[in-house]
């Protein structure tokens, strides 16, 4: 359970995960077999090269690679995104109030 509370405070704004410039690199990869899939899928007949996946299965393959990598990767990522609020912390204020600076 811990694992999992773990993942999700990853998608935290302002969390990140521990190697952000390894799974952005992922991402790029990602996008760039999503375009080859595509392409092949569409264009290999017309070059000579017959692939043997169908234009909407190739479709359906690519687009699930960019909305997973869209989705979830980015906002993993990065500090300055979110799909989560981030956790209230108490400052150090004496009147109890929490600090809010940042969503400004």
Known sequence: ?????????????GSEVANPTL???????GSVVAGLILAMAHFGDSVG????????AAD??????????NIFIVPATSKKVGLLPPKSQA??????TTDETLYN
């Open 60 to 69: 359906k393959i690519a687009a699930a690679i960019l909305i997973i990598a």
């Open 49 to 56: 090269y017959h692939v043997a996946i169908d234009q909407v």
């Open 1 to 13: 359970m811990s694992k999992l509370l773990a993942l999700l405070n990853v998608f935290r704004f």
């Open 91 to 96: 400052s150090d204020k004496t009147d109890g």
């Open 23 to 29: 799974w952005k690199m992922g991402h790029i990869s």
